[in-house]
């Protein structure tokens, strides 16, 4: 099945700063998902996105699908941002396959 | 208010006993899904089902089984055959496949 690598694995700032993770994928995808986990476990959808630039707020996300990743940017970040952000993506099957995940933690 | 409702919120298994986790969404979504998430680790895929009446294996459904009958219900059984079942379990649902996916709050299954 398709591979999904995220990183960095951790990520630790400062309220303010600006960071971008990245996820790799391993073949071409019909769909790719962000999503943030807060501390209680509660997943939310960020960004719905195959290919193209989203912006919403402070988050932004880019598909390069032809090069096989995404990037989501975080602008002035602030401790709420803390949590996991997993991307997701769907290949050929059209089931989602998720990533590790990136563990955010901004300090004030 | 629409959304995806997963309970209870803790649950706790005996040795050889079957439990079942609740999921119910009020979303009008036709495919929804089972995944599992250990400490530090991605969501594993365990069932879904892309319209009543019919689902599917995931990557690891050994030991669990599940049920559609009517498009808002989605319960997983956690099986005795499930020897390591100590994990947060989160039920999701799309409109159908390949289109946004929505996130009940999980359940948090240990073993006493």
């Known amino acids: 099945g398709i591979q999904v690598e995220q990183s960095p694995p951790d990520l630790i700032l400062q309220e303010g700063a600006n960071s971008t993770l990245r996820c790799n994928f391993s073949d071409s995808v019909n769909n790719l998902q962000w999503f943030h986990q807060n501390p209680w476990g509660q997943l939310i959808n960020l960004f719905y996105?195959?290919?193209g630039t989203k912006q919403n707020g402070r988050l932004s996300a880019t598909t390069v699908a032809t090069e096989r990743y995404s990037l989501l940017y975080i602008s002035s970040s602030q401790t709420t941002d803390s949590g996991v952000y997993f991307c997701?993506?769907?290949?050929?099957?059209?089931?989602?396959?998720f990533g590790r995940g990136t563990s955010l933690i901004v300090h004030p | 208010d629409g959304g995806i409702t997963q309970s209870p919120k803790y649950l706790f298994r005996k040795e050889g006993q079957n439990v079942t986790l609740s999921c119910e969404q009020n979303l009008n979504h036709d495919a929804m899904y089972w995944y599992r998430q250990d400490p530090g680790q991605g969501l594993r895929l365990i069932y879904y089902?892309?319209?009543?009446?019919?689902?599917q294996k995931g990557d690891i459904a050994e030991g669990y089984s599940v049920s559609r009958e009517k498009k808002e219900s989605f319960p997983l059984t956690v099986t005795s055959a499930q020897k390591n079942p100590t994990a947060f379990y989160l039920c999701?649902?799309?409109?159908?496949?390949?289109?946004?996916?929505?996130f009940g709050s999980g359940t948090q299954l240990s073993v006493l």
């Open positions: 999701a649902s799309s409109q159908q496949v390949n289109e946004k996916l929505f």
């Open positions: 996105i195959p290919s």
């Open positions: 997701a993506v769907e290949g050929g099957s059209y089931i989602p396959t």
């Open positions: 089902s892309q319209i009543v009446n019919d689902f």
